[in-house]
């Protein structure tokens, strides 16, 4: 089994940071691209990060300049920094990999559980 557990989310005032972890467990053959999401209710779920497992990044509009993607591939952990937060970031933020399990090498898509961000004006 493998699970994807996010951590680091909170309540912040606007202006402030907040840094995100999620971290991959179980049987894990590679874990390729990783990604943040973030959805508000009753919205869909849009990608805000993605990194590669080269460390190519690529980020939403919204982000640029505020949010940096990181992983370290040694303890299957992907990072999300975040800076300048705004209101409008309230959101729950979800992490994403595709990876392959030592039993299943087929490219699975998994996600995380979910983590409350509140930037409060």
């Known amino acids: 089994q493998v699970q994807l557990v996010e951590s680091g989310g909170g309540l912040v005032q606007a202006g402030g940071s907040l840094r995100l972890s999620c971290r991959a467990s179980g049987s894990i053959f590679r874990i390729n691209t990783m990604r943040w999401y973030r959805q508000a209710p009753g919205k869909q779920r849009d990608v805000v990060a993605t990194i590669t497992s080269g460390g190519f990044t690529n980020y939403a509009d919204s982000v640029k300049g505020r949010f940096t993607v990181s992983r370290d591939n040694a303890q299957n952990t992907v990072y999300l920094q975040m800076n300048n937060l705004k209101p409008d970031d309230t959101d729950v933020y979800y992490c994403?990999?595709?990876?392959?399990?030592?039993?299943?090498?087929?490219?699975?898509?998994?996600w995380g559980q979910g983590t409350q961000v509140t930037v409060s004006s």
């Open positions: 994403n990999a595709d990876l392959q399990t030592w039993s299943n090498k087929a490219l699975g898509e998994y």
